[in-house]
């Protein structure tokens, strides 16, 4: 029965990775999500339905548009990738009958799309930021939640106002934006859905996975930095492992 499960899961994931590269393309540029269908950003012409095939098509087309030959960039057959990949992580997580595999699924299926879009563009759509804070504190309603509705009012509100209260003493003391509006959005909404111990962790590794990119492929310290990408792609590792479930490895937790 998993097997079946597992097989769905993986189609379904692949067919809504397909989908995230149309918003990964379409949401920065302000283009429409729905129209026109699906066609090569460089020649224009539409991708007929045989050639749009999660992962086979990018394959066997070898990254290439079919028509002109430019390039499609790797990053379309990652994400088709991931999140199958991550969907049924979820699963085998949770188990398809728990609430937290709908709670932590949502999450990632918004994260997912961020990773990309603030990576290659520097921005984290509102349209994909501010709906998961509204979603994470209802679903808290909802019984077998492992976040109370209390917690994740007071976890979203304390690092709203620590978000924002960062971003302008550091407007304060490098008189540029260090921090932008969608992460303060960002962060809040994976507050409302981790609960308030999380968070410090998740800060944390994002902030030095970070630093560690940026020392090691960045250095100009003038240029834009991505932070969304590593608070998205923690809080994706952290609800695929469960982030109860990585208390109990911690000693004296
Ligand atoms: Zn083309």
């Known amino acids: 029965m998993s097997t079946v499960i597992i097989i769905l899961l993986a189609v379904l994931g692949a067919a809504l990775g397909s989908f995230f590269n149309v918003l990964i393309y379409r949401l920065p540029r302000k283009e429409s999500i729905v129209y026109p269908a699906s066609h090569c950003g460089e020649c224009g012409k539409a991708i007929p339905f045989y050639l749009n095939i999660p992962i086979l098509s990018y394959i066997m087309l070898r990254g290439k ?28 997580q949770y188990g398809l009958l728990n609430l937290l595999f709908l709670k932590y699924s949502i999450l990632c299926m918004f994260l997912i799309p961020i990773i990309f879009i603030d990576a290659f563009h520097q921005i984290i759509p509102h349209k994909l930021s501010i709906p998961l804070i509204p979603i994470g504190i209802l679903l808290t309603l909802i019984p077998g939640n492992d976040v109370t509705l209390v917690n994740s009012l007071v976890s979203a509100g304390i690092i709203f106002s620590f978000m924002l209260f960062i971003a302008y003493a550091y407007r304060l003391a490098r008189k540029v934006d260090g921090l932008g509006g969608g992460d303060i959005w960002l ?67």
């Open 65 to 92: 548009c079919k028509f002109c030959g430019a390039g499609i960039h790797w990053h379309h057959l990652l994400v088709e990738i991931i999140t199958p990949v991550v969907l049924v992580a979820l699963f085998l």
């Open 187 to 253: 962060l809040t909404a994976i507050a409302a859905f981790f609960g308030l111990i999380s968070m410090p962790y998740v800060i944390l590794i994002s902030s030095l996975l970070g630093i560690v990119y940026f020392i090691a492929f960045v250095r100009d310290k003038d240029q834009g930095f991505a932070f969304g990408t590593f608070i998205s792609f923690t809080g994706v590792v952290w609800a695929v492992f469960g982030s109860s479930r990585i208390f109990d490895l911690i000693p004296f937790m």
